[in-house]
């Protein structure tokens, strides 16, 4: 797992029982996700396909700073996934874990297009 962005727990980012709300979480999973993939195949014409199950395994406290992780699993024609987590950096607590969250390359028409990736490997 690679580890490029931090976040500092704040007032505005807790629910109603004080803790990271989860909706904020998966925001930033989503966004490392789409920052990681730009990254990866110098290019902004992606977008978020699918996320799937969310798990939250800790508590993010307010001041708590928090380290997200991404890392490339598996590479398609038009997509690729990513493994996310957000973790603790004090403790080093697992806070939600992302087994799968898949990124799809557009074309100008916003349609799914072969990606610098897939075009390499032929």
């Known amino acids: 797992m690679e580890y490029k962005s931090q976040r500092i727990v704040m007032y505005e980012h807790l629910n109603s029982a004080g803790i990271l709300f989860g909706g904020r979480a998966m925001s930033w999973i989503d966004e490392e996700a789409i920052i990681f993939a730009a990254d990866l195949l110098e290019s902004i014409n992606i977008a978020t396909l699918k996320i799937s199950e969310i ?68």
Do not use: M, W, Y
């Open 55 to 122: 798990k939250f395994e800790n508590p993010a406290q307010l001041g708590d700073i928090l380290l997200l992780g991404t890392n490339l699993s598996k590479v398609g024609t038009s997509t690729i996934s990513i493994e996310c987590e957000i973790r603790n950096k004090t403790t080093n607590k697992l806070i939600v874990h992302v087994q799968e969250v898949i990124i799809v390359a557009l074309d100008k028409n916003k349609k799914p297009t072969p990606h610098k990736l897939a075009i390499k490997n032929n």
